[in-house]
C-alpha cells in the first residue's frame, strides 16, 4: 500500500519560514518524481515544485527564489523549505509521487498525500 504523509505546516507571520515534510512508503521511492502541489481556498491545485529521481528541481514562477525542494532517498522523504512566506501562500500543500519527469501538471501523477495546512498571517 502506497503511503504519503506530509508534516510541518502551521501559521507563520509573512516573512517567516516553514519546513515541509512528504514522508512516502510503499514505492521505491529513489525511482519515483516527487512535487508539491498548493490549493487555497476556492482555488484550483496548483503545481508548486518538483524534484526529479536525478536531482533535478523545477519551481512555479510563483516560489521561485523563496522555496526550496529537496529529497533524501535513504529516508524516502522529500522536503519542501519555504522563506520569505506570504499570505497568498496560504493553501493546503499536497506532498505527491510521479513516475513521469519533469512532471507540472496534476495529471501526471500517480500517489497524493492528504495535505497539510500552511497560514501565512499578515
Known amino acids: 500500500q502506497v503511503q504519503l504523509g506530509e508534516s510541518g505546516g502551521g501559521l507563520v507571520q509573512a516573512g517567516g519560514s516553514l519546513r515541509l515534510s512528504c514522508a512516502v512508503s510503499?514505492?521505491?521511492?529513489?525511482?519515483?518524481?516527487m512535487g508539491w502541489f498548493r490549493q487555497a481556498p476556492g482555488k484550483e491545485r496548483e503545481f508548486v515544485a518538483h524534484?526529479?529521481?536525478?536531482?533535478?528541481?523545477y519551481y512555479a514562477d510563483s516560489v521561485k527564489g523563496r522555496f526550496t525542494i529537496s529529497r533524501d532517498n535513504a529516508k524516502n522523504t522529500m522536503y519542501l523549505q519555504m522563506n520569505s512566506l506570504k499570505p497568498e501562500d496560504t493553501a493546503v500543500y499536497y506532498c505527491?509521487?510521479?513516475?513521469?519527469?519533469?512532471?507540472?501538471?496534476?495529471?501526471?501523477?500517480?500517489?497524493w498525500g492528504q495535505g497539510t495546512q500552511v497560514t501565512v498571517s499578515s
Open positions: 505527491a509521487a510521479t513516475s513521469t519527469t519533469p512532471a507540472r501538471s496534476r495529471n501526471e501523477y500517480d500517489y
Open positions: 510503499g514505492i521505491t521511492f529513489s525511482e519515483y518524481g
Open positions: 524534484i526529479s529521481w536525478s536531482l533535478t528541481t
